[in-house]
């Protein structure tokens, strides 16, 4: 059995040696003088190449071209978290969202930093349709690192989804980040406990900072219909849709309140 001190340590060498290779710094790799083209040496070669090959399509955002030239590295190297991680968002850039979530999956399980898988294993997972997926990978997420705000609200998105109201409080509680998304969290959280005047004043602080956001003017638009002010929901639709016009929700609101005049 390896001591648990180099199990600590192992994975930390192979993602420093691969580092290296990846950026482009030299390495420092023995190999027997005069060997000739041995497996040894063949090996070394082309595990360089192909990490140059796939950091230089990747940068270019020839991602199809940057998955062939890991994928082939993967073949040399399956338990590197490097390869897997770049493999993933790779896929993800594709559209490949099960290679995709299968990489991140394995790379979760490799890793000495797992939680580098996420936001983006839930995502892949939900762009695939597998709502009860996304919603564990969003919990196993948020165990990994309960501080991270980004993850407590993804959580906190994936139990309103589901109607839980009181567990997405919970998750939020502890978070006192004044970011947009933690402030819209909170009042999307407001509304459904109908706890109004806390919700204005959330979305109120984040739109003073964050105007250009969307997503901000849509739960809004949410609050002023759920208050009755159908007139003030209605700017905060149209005001979204100029900021981003393909919006589904404010859309949607907006088609709602429309067609109730």
């Known amino acids: 059995m ?34 000739g ?32 030239a890991l994928e082939a590295q993967e073949q040399q190297t399956p338990s590197n978290p490097i390869v897997l991680g770049l493999l993933a968002q790779s ?11 299968d990489r991140w999956e394995r790379f979760l399980t490799v890793s000495p930093t797992p939680v580098e898988a996420c936001p983006a294993l839930p995502k892949a997972y939900e762009a695939l349709g597998q709502t009860d997926k ?5 919990v196993r997420c948020y165990k990994l690192e309960p501080s991270n705000p980004e993850l ?23 978070v006192n980040s004044d970011g947009a998304d933690t ?9 459904r406990q109908n706890r109004f005047a806390d919700a204005r004043a959330l979305l109120t602080r984040a739109l003073a900072a964050h105007e250009a956001y969307a997503d901000l003017h849509v739960v809004m638009a949410v609050l002023e219909r759920a208050e009755g002010h159908r007139e003030a929901a209605i700017r905060h639709c149209t005001r979204a849709l100029a900021l981003e016009p393909g919006n589904a929700d404010a859309r949607a609101i907006l088609n709602t309140l429309e067609g109730a005049k």
């Open 152 to 174: 407590a609200e993804a959580l906190a998105r994936a139990y309103l989804r589901r109607g839980k109201t009181d567990e997405a409080a919970k998750v939020m509680a502890p």
């Open 91 to 101: 896929y993800g850039r594709l559209g490949r969202w099960q290679d995709a979530a």
């Open 2 to 35: 390896v001591p648990r001190a180099l199990r600590i340590v192992l994975p930390f060498v192979a993602i420093a040696v691969y580092y290296w290779n990846f950026v482009g710094s030299p390495v420092v790799v023995p190999v027997a003088p005069e060997a």
């Open 183 to 191: 402030l819209m969290v909170k009042a999307q959280i407001a509304i």
């Open 37 to 68: 083209p041995g497996p040894g040496r063949a090996s070394i070669e082309t595990s360089r190449q192909l990490a140059e090959r796939a950091r230089a399509a990747y940068n270019a955002g020839r991602f199809a071209d940057a998955a062939q």
């Open 134 to 138: 996304a919603f564990d990978a969003n």
